[in-house]
């Protein structure tokens, strides 16, 4: 396996994946998350197919990971924000290890207001539901971040919540 | 077609469906879907009640689905909560799973709620029609609880995805389901063979 430093965060995201049997990716599109679903698109040890609503894509997650098999739903901030009552009602009230991956708009260098504006909603709406989340800034600490909040998450049945802050990504910047 | 369909009751023809089963799921959509489940075969571990995410019966179905192709799965979704997740048949479409089965109980109102006139049933909005488009070709009404039953067996012996919708009248459940998710949901997964119990 090569060096963390020479590997792209798109790439240890797959491989934690890979590791951990989540094989299910459902996900509405995001441009910085172009790269992390061309690779689970690519590789047919995934199931990636992209849904019309966020909610579809954590119901689809739920239902499979209660059938026996592990999934992640792939967003951005304001996809995250149409999700509060689907994870009280359904990934919390249930007990369900919902893992979901929100690619973050709205901060260090946005230029839409709206994504400025939702993106404040996003970790307050996560310690409200008291949603274990991570924000992954630095390529080193990758892995680690998300293998174990997966770990975490199915031991002990409960939603967990990657950001991808631009810090890793790079983010989206006006052009 | 939707004119000459019978207006028919949810818990009789969800006894009906459920009279035919064996190991396959069913996920109950929100309020009188789950309710008229559970009272029908509050004992069957292969029912998922789902409580509170109107809208998300089918996905759920679907994702079971997925997980499991070797089971048939039924998701029980009201018209009004099918309409706040339209999308989702064009995603069941994509997907065609083999082994869905989406049926809807087309009362035109939220009935839950108090009876409000959903937006679909002021404009004549035909759900199977909506299905058809969306790319779902085997859907259709049930014209009467025969047809219902004969479409519920060939959903259960042929190759889906179907939708089967049904025209239902303002009968209230005769039962309520329990408000525990963490019971419904560890039951349900017993019934999947995931946990054991
Ligand atoms: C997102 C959301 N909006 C509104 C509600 C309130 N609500 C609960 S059930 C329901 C009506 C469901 O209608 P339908 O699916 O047609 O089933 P019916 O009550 O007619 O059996 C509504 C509006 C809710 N629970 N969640």
Same mark, same amino acid.
Request: with cysteine.
């Given at each position: 396996?090569?060096?963390?430093?020479?590997?792209?965060?798109?790439?240890?995201?797959?491989?934690?994946?890979?590791?951990?049997?989540?094989?299910?990716?459902?996900?509405?599109?995001?441009?910085?998350?172009?790269?992390?679903?061309?690779?689970?698109?690519?590789?047919?040890?995934?199931?990636?197919?992209?849904?019309?609503?966020?909610?579809?894509?954590?119901?689809?997650?739920? !239902?499979?990971?209660?059938?026996?098999?592990?999934?992640?739903?792939?967003? =951005?901030?304001?996809?995250?924000?149409?999700?509060?009552?689907?994870?009280?009602?359904?990934?919390?009230?249930?007990?369900?290890?919902?893992?979901?991956?929100?690619?973050?708009?709205?901060?260090?260098?946005?230029?839409?207001?709206?994504?400025?504006?939702?993106?404040?909603?996003?970790?307050?709406?996560?310690?409200?539901?008291?949603?274990?989340?991570?924000?992954?800034?630095?390529?080193?600490?990758?892995?680690?971040?998300?293998?174990?909040?997966?770990? =975490?998450?199915? !031991?002990?049945?409960?939603?967990?919540?990657?950001?991808?802050?631009?810090?890793?990504?790079?983010?989206?910047?006006?052009? | 077609?939707?004119?000459?369909?019978?207006?028919?009751?949810?818990?009789?023809?969800?006894?009906?469906?459920?009279?035919?089963?064996?190991?396959?799921?069913?996920?109950?959509?929100?309020?009188?879907?789950?309710?008229?489940?559970?009272?029908?075969?509050?004992?069957?571990?292969?029912?998922?009640?789902?409580?509170?995410?109107?809208?998300?019966?089918?996905?759920?179905?679907?994702?079971?689905?997925?997980?499991?192709?070797?089971?048939?799965?039924?998701?029980?979704?009201?018209?009004?909560?099918?309409?706040?997740?339209?999308?989702?048949?064009?995603?069941?479409?994509?997907?065609?799973?083999?082994?869905?089965?989406?049926?809807?109980?087309?009362?035109?109102?939220?009935?839950?709620?108090?009876?409000?006139?959903?937006?679909?049933?002021?404009?004549?909005?035909?759900?199977?029609?909506?299905?058809?488009?969306?790319?779902?070709?085997?859907?259709?009404?049930?014209?009467?609880?025969?047809?219902?039953?004969?479409?519920?067996?060939?959903?259960?012996?042929?190759?889906? $995805?179907?939708?089967?919708?049904?025209?239902?009248?303002?009968?209230? $459940?005769?039962?309520?389901? $329990?408000?525990? $998710?963490?019971?419904?949901?560890?039951?349900?997964?017993?019934?999947?063979?995931?946990?054991?119990?």
């Amino acid at each position: 396996m090569a060096d963390a430093t020479t590997r792209s965060w798109h790439g240890i995201v797959l491989d934690v994946l890979r590791r951990n049997e989540v094989r299910l990716v459902t996900y509405v599109p995001d441009n910085v998350l172009r790269p992390l679903i061309e690779g689970a698109h690519a590789d047919p040890f995934f199931t990636a197919f992209p849904t019309a609503r966020e909610e579809e894509a954590a119901g689809i997650v739920c !239902g499979a990971w209660m059938a026996g098999m592990r999934g992640i739903v792939l967003m =951005q901030t304001s996809g995250f924000a149409t999700l509060p009552n689907v994870l009280a009602s359904l990934a919390c009230a249930c007990q369900i290890p919902l893992l979901m991956m929100v690619s973050e708009r709205g901060t260090l260098g946005e230029f839409n207001l709206g994504q400025a504006l939702v993106c404040r909603t996003m970790r307050p709406v996560l310690d409200a539901l008291g949603v274990e989340h991570h924000t992954i800034t630095r390529l080193d600490e990758a892995e680690f971040i998300v293998d174990r909040t997966i770990r =975490q998450a199915v !031991g002990t049945q409960a939603p967990a919540c990657l950001i991808l802050s631009p810090l890793l990504t790079g983010g989206k910047v006006a052009s | 077609m939707l004119r000459n369909t019978r207006v028919m009751n949810r818990f009789d023809l969800t006894r009906r469906l459920v009279a035919k089963l064996k190991d396959e799921a069913v996920v109950g959509g929100i309020g009188f879907s789950n309710f008229d489940l559970w009272a029908s075969s509050a004992g069957r571990a292969e029912n998922f009640y789902m409580l509170g995410s109107m809208g998300l019966a089918v996905p759920i179905a679907l994702g079971v689905a997925i997980a499991q192709p070797r089971r048939k799965v039924f998701a029980l979704e009201g018209d009004g909560s099918l309409l706040m997740q339209l999308g989702c048949l064009a995603t069941v479409a994509a997907r065609a799973p083999r082994n869905l089965a989406i049926v809807v109980w087309d009362n035109g109102v939220y009935a839950i709620t108090g009876g409000q006139a959903t937006p679909a049933a002021q404009a004549g909005t035909d759900i199977v029609a909506v299905a058809r488009g969306a790319g779902i070709a085997q859907s259709a009404w049930a014209s009467d609880e025969a047809e219902f039953e004969a479409l519920a067996e060939q959903a259960l012996a042929g190759d889906g $995805p179907w939708l089967i919708a049904a025209r239902i009248d303002a009968e209230r $459940p005769a039962k309520q389901t $329990p408000r525990d $998710p963490v019971l419904h949901r560890q039951r349900f997964m017993q019934g999947m063979g995931v946990r054991e119990g």
